[in-house]
């Protein structure tokens, strides 16, 4: 619960990222919560992926626009978080968008 409100899929939050190892994408950043609403109603964790507006597009980073912004998310860096590092709620991603993160997650997974 972050404030007192479920962490839902679809959400983008703030994340405080750090610390971080290597390559892994940095400091507090929104990200789009990506773990199924079972996960999301029972665990302190959710799984997020990192939203960027920079760096070119692969078939892992999904674009999308957010807060009348066109970006990433990027799904090559997508990690479980504990709530506690959610800071605060930014709103929605589109509904089209949440799918094609969704449909490239199974496509990644599905071997």
């Not at 479980?80 to 997650?105: C, Y």
Request: with cysteine; aromatic share 4%; charged share 25%.
């Amino acid at each position: 619960m972050v404030g007192g409100d479920a962490v839902a899929r679809g959400d983008v939050h703030l994340v405080a990222l750090d610390p971080t190892v290597g390559s892994e994408i940095r400091k507090t950043r929104p990200c789009l919560i990506v773990s199924p609403e079972e996960l999301n109603r029972h665990l302190r964790t959710a799984i997020v992926a990192p939203m960027t507006t920079g760096g070119r597009a692969y078939p892992w980073r999904i674009p999308c626009r957010f807060q009348r912004r066109a970006g990433f998310v990027a799904l090559d860096q997508i990690r479980t978080v504990d709530v506690d590092r959610l800071s605060r709620r930014l709103g929605r991603l589109a509904p089209g968008s949440v799918g094609a993160v969704l449909l490239a997650l199974q496509e990644m997974f599905a071997a």
